[in-house]
């Protein structure tokens, strides 16, 4: 398991961006998938944004064109890079490990998306 501080939360309005940031402290942070998170008041937490420790991504279709996960392996960060903000993307984000299922988690950062 690996622990994490996210930050870049906010309020913005329906069509702004945000640009969430994560540091990870974790020694093999550099080989280890890593991936968004969110969740919405009563849903479940869903996985949203991947990336391959070679920098391949994976996107939920919910933010597919829309958002942008990327890593900076040597200051162990991962980012999240989110455009055309709909108020459906309204949630908590939380950045983690993809595999095995995380147990631990951060405290998130929430994003309120107003119409």
């Known amino acids: 398991q690996v622990q994490v501080v996210e930050s870049g939360g906010g309020l913005v309005q329906a069509g702004g961006s945000l640009r969430l940031s994560c540091a990870a402290s974790?020694?093999?942070?550099?080989?280890?998938?890593m991936g968004w998170y969110r969740q919405a008041p009563g849903k479940q937490r869903e996985l949203v944004a991947r990336?391959?420790?070679?920098?391949?991504?994976n996107y939920d279709d919910s933010v597919k064109g829309r958002f942008t996960i990327s890593r900076d392996n040597a200051r162990k960060t991962l980012s999240l890079q989110m455009n055309s903000l709909k108020p459906e993307d309204t949630a908590v984000y939380y950045c983690?490990?993809?595999?095995?299922?995380?147990?631990?988690w951060g405290q998130g950062t929430q994003v309120t998306v107003s119409s």
């Open positions: 974790t020694s093999v942070f550099s080989i280890i998938p």
């Open positions: 983690n490990i993809v595999v095995p299922p995380p147990q631990v």
């Open positions: 990336i391959t420790s070679a920098g391949a991504t």
